[in-house]
Structures are given as structure tokens and as C-alpha cells.
């Protein structure tokens, strides 16, 4: 037996000290341990050398300059950094000048990767224990705990190791933070079965690190520190676990490739027909090499940025903390959120919500938490005080028998004693306590399953606890006052309706009060449950409307998880341990473990979701890190779960998930708008000068007039696309396709759209201004203004993808009135202002002039507003032969 138990406890894991008898531990961790009397110093330094500390180790973070080197892995960057490069080469200092600054503001503003979360699970560990060395009790440090230590163990404390216990009384632990599990667990001294090893829930004979007793004392032997107990297994996890890229880094790594074929593609093609025509090598070099960078959109990384810090902000605004830039937009296309249940879904507050009395009476409690705000229903009417002996007789017996406080709405004590007490407080009757005298106490243990107060002045005893337990010391049932002998029919009356507010996910506690333990009378029951939060309902409803599918993950039991799913429109599947091939179709899960949920996480992953995980406890950590987006609980969230998070829920309100998803849908759009403005601007710049140098034809832009329209192209009007307001119709959107570019076949098409008619209509210009074959002032300056003309219409049709100008609202994105006014200001000043004349070689037009080109330059926002009355068109159409189909498939 010896042999047996030193083999399962040779790794020093608590997982390996189930089913060992108490007697043996010492035996089995080393001979020389001492339960009773502790180690000796000399063998703690030993054991020290061997074990190490009771800590986990944080490895140092990643150097900045380090940090600032991975960034130009980004092939955007790499492509941007080379056209920097390029531009110094040929003395074109302003496009450097452009990639640097958004280089700087790009890098900046992402995150500062260092992984706090390890060193705030380190915090878990509690400062200081009460260990016994040598005999005596010492008030020492946690860390300096070994395996075979002695630790005592108190109501507040903080377990500071895993622990085998050999002594307890009354003891139970809160391990919420570790298990998902509600209710504290009861603990005692019994050896457990070896089958049950693998379930956290079920070692009722360890203590494990980080979790909190809530009553009770014990003695326990250290079998487990550090990273070798179970929040050590999660500490790994965690180290192992690397956080995924976001899917707008996806695509702008994609886009950064695509610009980069395309610009060498240009300088082939341009090389190639240039020495075809006989024209110098290195002359056909450099004109290829500047049209390409010029088709490079140096703004991109500004606007990106900006755009994702402007949704940062205005989510903070709507209660939520996001931490890295791009999560913002991977929320637009989560399509899965797997949420914990305890803390997130539910308040993590135990509430009566249901009464039944011993003379077949049922009263609805309404209210949550742990204070007075609710009231006690019975057949459409309030109970206050004694109006109903039936009831208050019950809410009596819970009251008395209690070893629970409230103080300002904080519970101090058991969760379940907390909930009776908030059920008194509600009907008025807290004070009764003060009314007894407690005379003796039978203490709450897992064996009996059931507590008992006996009291003096008056004398009687008052028991409450499980129902198989409690129905055996009664011997008679209370009847509107009355108390009448117990029959064999009201025993299977109230066995059934105990059976029946279980199977609803209650947790039931029996009530019974007499003059003697063995001559008790039946109350009645009580039902409490941990109540789902306001507004979570309406949320996952909305939610599973926009094509988002909800998963529960509890570690708590099936009972409990199906009331949950019954308050929130989820299919009630549920699973403890399933098959991958039907992890899609699960909305719910119980008795999940962190291995579990990591496992979910990345099945769901690797099925292609875009999976938010959302917790607050120590076991989601890993999850939450793992996810593509991390949520964390605010208010009731862990240190550890809030930094393991990308983003917070100030105020826990599951509702806030649902803007951040419109917001993302938002801010995506906002960069696919300024994408599809600036390369459409891009390529008409782009084939306006190769046509020019190809056809040999005079250059109609001078090169202080490109400048400029490059200025326009990344400046003010093409970011100030990046703060359109988001559309509130975009929540009803699906969720984005992670696979999909951010250059899709039909951005495609209406950049390529608005390029041709702005290269056409700009050299309908040029060639109308140059029917003498003579270049002019007056030639270039109408051809110049005609191309800035198109650029503001083509930024006002870019606005949206698919809404009309006038549906959105001319003057709703302010920034962008702004940009364009100055925009045209500055075109007036160019054209009109002498020394501005000189350096752009511009001459004044006429105001007949200026309406020519601003009739024509309004033909690309004409034809992009018409191309979006068709395709909404078109999509009626579709979802009409969509709902037709779908309601004759119903039939």
C-alpha cells in the first residue's frame, strides 16, 4: 500500500494524492514527514533544493526594440519600408517622410505585448500561511512552502498550496475561480475512489491552491507548489498558449503581398515596354520604380490605426476596456461566443427564488443578491412580516438556522445560508436571529447533510439541509398552523416535489423545526438557484438573430446548466465529454474543466471559427487567451482573467458584447471604404502617368501637382473616412467570412470602375485643353483641378459601400465636411493665389470652368450611388427567393 501511494505521489501533483489513506501520506511523500509536528528547518531547506519555491516563474518580457523589429514582418511594412528607401534614392523625401510618421504612429499605438496575466496568477498565491515546523504553529511566507509541509487552515483563508487534508471540520472551500462550481465544496478526510481522479469537482479530500475557504478549519499536508499544483497546470497552459492573429492583420498582410505584386508586376510590364521602344535601361527603371510607389498607399497604416483608436475610445464610452487595437475589428466577424456561465451569464449570487410549504402552498421570491430589493408573491399578493404563518415559519427556520452575515450587501459566510438570509431580509424578519439564544450546534458535514441550531428562551431546534436527511427526524407537518402526524402520502407529495424543482436546476434545501431532533416538523422547501443576469435573455436572442451562435461553458453541474439554458433561448444539448464532429451543433456545456475549455476553443478554431470567450474566473483564463477575443468580467473578473483578456466588460453586462460586434462590423466597413477610395485613387494616378509615358505623350501632371493630389490621397479627406459613424443597421449583418480578402471581387470591381472613369474623364480634359498640341498653364491647370474634382466626389460615394449619400446623411461624418472644404479651399488657393500660381504652374479659370468640371467630375459619384440602388436591388430580390424557398421547405 506504501509502495502503491509513494508511485502515485512520485510527481508531487495534487491530481496524484486522490484515493490515498491519510495514515499513508507521510509515508508516501517522505518518511520524515510529520503531520502533527511539521518539518524540521534543515529538511525544508533539503526539500527547497529539490522543489523550488511556492511561485511561479514570469519569464522576463520581450525587449521593446525587439517588439519594434517584429513589426516589419509585416509585409505591408517591409513593401512601405522599401518604398521609403526608394523615395530617399531619388530625392522624393516626401513619401519617405509619409511612411516614416505612419510607421511611427502604427507601432506606437499596438499593444505592448508583455503577458501580465502570469504575473497577476502569481498573485493567487496569498502572502503569508500558518504552517507547522518543528511542533510549532509558524505565521509564515506562502513561498516558503515544500511539499510535506503541515498547513492549518481557517474561515478567509486563502489555501496557499495544494493540500491533502487529514483533518476537517465543518470545512468548505469556494473554488469557483478554479472549477466553475457555484456552491463551496464540502471537504473531509475520506480517502476517494481512483475513478474519480480526473474530475476537480470531485476531490473532496484536497485543498487546492488559490481558493478561499469559506467556513470551517483543517489541517492539510502539502502535496503540491508552485507549478506543480493545479493552478500550476494552468500557469502552463498559459505559457504555452500564444495569442492568434487577428483577422485584419490577416488581411492586411494579404493586402500588403497583393500591393506587392502588383508594384513589381508595374515595374516589369513598364521596363519591358520601354526597352521594346528602345528607350534606356536604367531611365525605364527609374520611372517604373516611382510609379509603383506611388501606388502605394502610405496611408494605410495611419488610418488603420486611427480608425482602431477612435472605436477604443468610443467603446470605453459604452462601459468596455479593449486593449489591443485590432481586437476591435475581429469582433466584427465572431461568429461563435463560447460564455462561462458562473459571473457572466449568471450574478454568482445565490437568490431563493421559489417556496414551497408543508401544506402544499407556492410562493414566488422575486429580487437577487444578497440585500432586501425583492419581494415574496403568493397567489398574486406580497407576504410581509407574519402574514402568512406557513411561510414565515420557513423563512423562520432559515434565518435561525444560519452561521451567515450580510453587512452592506457583502456576504460573509456560506453562499446558500446568504440566500436565506436576503429571503428574510425581503419579508422583513432579519432580526429573528437576536430572538434566540443558541444553545447548541450540529455542524453541516457532506456525511449527514444536514444543520441544526438548538436554542433556549424559547426551546427549540431548527434544522435545514437535504431532503432525504432532514424527512427522517420529523415525525409530524405543519398545516395552515396546525400540526398534524406525517403520513407515507405526504412524505411521497414532498419527495416529488423535491424531484421536481431539482430536475428545474433549484438547489433544494428542506426546513423543519421542533422541540427535539427526533421530533421535528416539516416545513417545507426552499428552491436557489445562482439567476441568470438582466438583459442576458434579449442579448443571446439578438445575437443568434445576426447569425452569431452561443455556447455555455460551466464547470458546474447539468442540473444547473439546463435552468440557465432555460432562461436563455439556447437548444438545450448538453455534453461533458463529446466527440469533435458534433462540437458545432452543442450549445451547452457542464462540468468543464480549463483543458476542457482550451480544447473547445481551438476545435471550434480549427472548424473555422472566430470564437469570443467570455469568463471571469482563474479556470477561463487560458480559454480567454486562447479565443480570438477574450472578454473578461469587470466587476466579479479576476486579476488573472482580466489580463489574460483583450477586452473588459466594465459593468459585466453581457448587452455591451453586442455593440462591440456593431462596432468592429464599423470599423471594418470604415476600412474598406478608405481601401476602395484611396487605391481607385491610386490606379487612376497610376495609369493616368504610364499612359502618358507610354504613348509618348506630354506629361499632363507636373510633378509639384501630383505631389499634391497625393497629399489629398493619403491626407485629411482620405482619413476622415476612417470616422464615418457606424451604420446601426450592421448589427443585422452576418459575420464576416474569415477566409474573405479585404479586397473582394466586388471592391474590386468598383475601385476599377472609378479608376476608368476618372482616368477617361481626366484625359477627356487634357486632350479637349490640348487640341493646339501646345502644353499651357491653363492646359494642366484644368487637367489638375478635374482629377481633385473627381477625388472629392469619388471620397463622398465612398462613404458607404452599399447606403446612399443622402441615407447616411451629407453632414453626419463632420470630420469629413471638414477635410473636403479644405480640401477645395486649398484647390482654390493653388489655382487662384499668385505665389501658389508660380510654384504650381497653375493660371486662374473661369467660373464656367469650374461648373464644367464639376458636372463632370460628379459622374463618379453618380454612377457608384446608382450601382448601389442595383445591388440593394438585387439583394431584395434574393432574400425574397431566399424566404420563399425556406417557407415551402417549412411546409
Known amino acids: 500500500e506504501v509502495k502503491y501511494a509513494i508511485s502515485k505521489l512520485k510527481n508531487g501533483r495534487a491530481a496524484s494524492a486522490d484515493g490515498i489513506p491519510s495514515e499513508l501520506l507521510k509515508c508516501a511523500i517522505d518518511p520524515v514527514a510529520d503531520l502533527q509536528n511539521g518539518l524540521k528547518n534543515c529538511e525544508v531547506c533539503h526539500r527547497r533544493t529539490f522543489h523550488g519555491w511556492n511561485e511561479f516563474d514570469i519569464s522576463e518580457d520581450e525587449p521593446l526594440w525587439k ?162 499544483s493545479e493552478f500550476g497546470e494552468v500557469f502552463k497552459m498559459m505559457q504555452a498558449e500564444e495569442a492568434p492573429k487577428t483577422p485584419l492583420q490577416k488581411s492586411m498582410d494579404l493586402l500588403g503581398k497583393q500591393l506587392s505584386l502588383y508594384s513589381f508586376g508595374i515595374i516589369g510590364i513598364i521596363m519591358l515596354v520601354g526597352w521594346l521602344q528602345g528607350k534606356h535601361i536604367l531611365d525605364m527603371f527609374t520611372i517604373g520604380v516611382s510609379l509603383a510607389v506611388a501606388a502605394i498607399p502610405e496611408g494605410l497604416p495611419i488610418v488603420v490605426t486611427v480608425t482602431l483608436a477612435l472605436g477604443v475610445m468610443r467603446m470605453v464610452k459604452k462601459r468596455a476596456i479593449v486593449k489591443k487595437l485590432p481586437i476591435v475589428e475581429t469582433l466584427g466577424c465572431c461568429n461563435v461566443i463560447c460564455s462561462d456561465k458562473t459571473g457572466t451569464l449568471t450574478k454568482n449570487e445565490m437568490t431563493v427564488v421559489h417556496i414551497f410549504t408543508s401544506d402544499g402552498q407556492y410562493a414566488e421570491v422575486t429580487g437577487v443578491g444578497y440585500n432586501r430589493f425583492g419581494e415574496v408573491v403568493l397567489d398574486g399578493g406580497d407576504i410581509h412580516g407574519y402574514n402568512n404563518p406557513s411561510v414565515s415559519r420557513i423563512v423562520e427556520a432559515g434565518c435561525v438556522c444560519n452561521d451567515a452575515i450580510i453587512r452592506n450587501g457583502t456576504l460573509m459566510g456560506k453562499p446558500t445560508e446568504g440566500a436565506l438570509l436576503a429571503l428574510a431580509m425581503k419579508m422583513g424578519l432579519e432580526g429573528l436571529q437576536e430572538e434566540y439564544i443558541r444553545k447548541a450546534e450540529y455542524p453541516f458535514s457532506s456525511e449527514q447533510k444536514w444543520m441544526a441550531v438548538k436554542c433556549d428562551k424559547p426551546e427549540i431546534c431548527f434544522m435545514k439541509g437535504a431532503y432525504e436527511q432532514v424527512i427522517r427526524y420529523c415525525t409530524t407537518y405543519n398545516s395552515k398552523g396546525q400540526t398534524l402526524p406525517l403520513t407515507q402520502q405526504q412524505r411521497e407529495q414532498y419527495q416529488q416535489e423535491t424531484i421536481s424543482m431539482g430536475s428545474a436546476g433549484l438547489r433544494v434545501l428542506t426546513l423543519a423545526s421542533g422541540p427535539e431532533l427526533g421530533q421535528l416538523t416539516f416545513l417545507g422547501l426552499v428552491g436557489i438557484i445562482d439567476p441568470p443576469r438582466t438583459g442576458v435573455k434579449e442579448a443571446v436572442a439578438t445575437l443568434i438573430a445576426s447569425g452569431v451562435a452561443i455556447k455555455m461553458i460551466t464547470g458546474d453541474s447539468q442540473e444547473t446548466a439546463i435552468a440557465i439554458g432555460m432562461n436563455t433561448p439556447l437548444p438545450l444539448i448538453l455534453t461533458c465529454r463529446m466527440p469533435l464532429t458534433v462540437l458545432l451543433i452543442i450549445a451547452v456545456f457542464y462540468r468543464a474543466s480549463p483543458r476542457h475549455k482550451l480544447k473547445i476553443i481551438k476545435s471550434l478554431q480549427n472548424n473555422g471559427a472566430v470564437v469570443a470567450m467570455t469568463g471571469d474566473g482563474v479556470n477561463d483564463a487560458v480559454a480567454l487567451k486562447a479565443a480570438d477575443i477574450g472578454v473578461a468580467m469587470g466587476q466579479t473578473g479576476t486579476d488573472v482573467c482580466k489580463e489574460a483578456a483583450d477586452m473588459i466588460l466594465v459593468d459585466d453586462d453581457f448587452q455591451t458584447i453586442m455593440s462591440a460586434i456593431e462596432e468592429g462590423k464599423g470599423i471594418y466597413n470604415n476600412i474598406k471604404n478608405f481601401v476602395r477610395f484611396q487605391l481607385s485613387t491610386s490606379i487612376a494616378a497610376l495609369t493616368l502617368i504610364s499612359l502618358a509615358t507610354l504613348m509618348n505623350l506630354p506629361n499632363p501632371l507636373n510633378a509639384m501637382q501630383i505631389l499634391w493630389i497625393n497629399i489629398i490621397m493619403d491626407g485629411p479627406p482620405a482619413q476622415s473616412l476612417g470616422v464615418e459613424p457606424v451604420d446601426k443597421d450592421v448589427i443585422r449583418s452576418p459575420p464576416r467570412n474569415l477566409k474573405d480578402s479585404i479586397l473582394t471581387k466586388n471592391l474590386i470591381v468598383k475601385i476599377l470602375v472609378s479608376s476608368i472613369i476618372i482616368v477617361f474623364g481626366t484625359l477627356f480634359v487634357f486632350w479637349r485643353e490640348l487640341r493646339d498640341n501646345v502644353i499651357t498653364p491653363r492646359d494642366t491647370t484644368m487637367t489638375f483641378t478635374c482629377f481633385v474634382f473627381f477625388d472629392m466626389f469619388n471620397a463622398l460615394s465612398s462613404r458607404s459601400q452599399t447606403k446612399s449619400v443622402f441615407e447616411i446623411g451629407l453632414c453626419s461624418n463632420k470630420m469629413f465636411c471638414y477635410a473636403v472644404l479644405g480640401s477645395i479651399m486649398g484647390q482654390l488657393l493653388v489655382i487662384y493665389f499668385p505665389p501658389l500660381q508660380k510654384v504650381f504652374q497653375t493660371e486662374s479659370l473661369s467660373v464656367l470652368d469650374l461648373l464644367f468640371l464639376l458636372g463632370l467630375t460628379s459622374s463618379v459619384c453618380i454612377v457608384a450611388e446608382i450601382t448601389k440602388v442595383v445591388e440593394r436591388s438585387k439583394e431584395k430580390i434574393h432574400k425574397r427567393g431566399s424566404s420563399s424557398s425556406s417557407s415551402f421547405l417549412d411546409v
Open 67 to 228: 517588439k519594434y523589429i517584429s513589426q516589419f514582418k509585416n509585409p505591408l511594412i517591409m513593401l512601405l519600408l522599401a518604398s521609403a528607401v526608394i523615395s530617399i534614392v531619388m530625392h522624393q523625401f516626401d513619401d519617405a517622410v509619409s511612411f516614416l510618421s505612419s510607421n511611427c504612429i502604427f507601432i506606437s499605438l499596438q499593444e505592448y505585448r508583455s503577458e501580465k496575466s502570469l504575473e497577476e496568477l502569481s498573485k493567487l498565491v496569498p502572502p503569508e500561511c500558518h504552517c507547522v515546523r518543528e511542533g510549532r504553529v509558524e505565521h509564515t511566507l506562502a513561498r516558503d512552502l515544500v511539499p510535506g509541509d503541515t498547513v492549518c487552515l481557517s474561515v478567509g483563508d486563502k489555501v496557499p498550496a495544494d493540500l491533502r487534508l487529514f483533518e476537517a471540520v465543518d470545512l468548505s472551500i469556494d473554488e469557483s475561480s478554479l472549477t466553475g462550481e457555484t456552491a463551496p465544496c464540502s471537504k473531509s478526510t475520506a480517502p476517494q475512489p481512483a475513478a474519480s481522479n480526473g474530475d476537480l469537482t470531485s476531490r473532496s479530500n484536497i485543498a487546492f491552491m488559490g481558493t478561499l475557504v469559506r467556513c470551517g478549519k483543517a489541517k492539510g499536508i502539502v502535496i503540491g507548489t508552485g507549478e506543480n
